[in-house]
């Protein structure tokens, strides 16, 4: 009757350091599992990168659309708009109110400046989209681009995100970092 109890004296696979040490073709197979594994987990990971790439081109020709609309809303209200709207108002102030045609001049020109500038504001807010902000960070932590330096390993527990928004690269004399080219880095 063996250890177990069973009246078997051979180890069983489950008892280590009990038996003999596995053969060579029990190692080779270990191995082999091992590196489907490995392939596996690199397919898995290629796809879900393949994902987020194609997610955030999604976004930003989406943001790049919605930025040239803005625009175009920016340019027709400066334009077409003003010179209707605007010059009823100038004669409502001129005449109206008794306003010189200088004031009323000067108030609508200011009022058409701040319309400008909302709709400008809007298309650079929208255009931030088209940066690939995800990808980019997402190459950074892997190794790969301008932003490599600046990022956490890709062990590493940080977000990128945070490491990217909260430091921007910057010479350790706080001038804005190079790339080997001598162009600025844009953090993502």
Not at 2 to 16: C, K, L, Q, Y
Not at 60 to 69: F, Q, T
Not at 79 to 85: G, T
């Amino acid at each position: 009757m063996g250890a177990s109890g069973t009246g078997d004296d051979r180890a069983t696979p489950n008892d280590p350091g009990t038996g003999p040490a596995p053969g060579l073709d029990d190692a080779l197979r270990d191995i082999g599992d091992t590196g489907k594994a490995t392939l596996k987990a690199s397919v898995d990971a290629a796809k879900a990168f393949r994902t987020l790439v194609l997610a955030d081109i999604s976004l930003a020709r989406s943001a790049l659309g919605r930025a040239l609309a803005f625009t175009g809303v920016a340019i027709a209200f400066g334009a077409s708009a003003w010179l209707l709207l605007m010059a009823a108002l100038i004669v409502f102030l001129s005449n109206g109110l008794g306003w010189s045609w200088t004031l009323s001049l000067l108030l609508t020109a200011l009022l058409s400046l701040a319309i400008t500038v909302f709709g400008g504001w809007s298309a650079i807010r929208y255009f931030e989209h088209t940066r690939l902000q995800a990808t980019r960070r997402q190459l950074a932590r892997l190794g790969i681009g301008e932003l490599a330096e600046f990022t956490p390993t890709p062990g590493s527990p940080e977000s990128t995100r945070e490491a990217t928004e909260a430091a921007p690269p910057e010479t350790p004399a706080g001038e804005p970092a190079k790339d080997k080219r001598g162009v600025d880095i844009t953090p993502p």
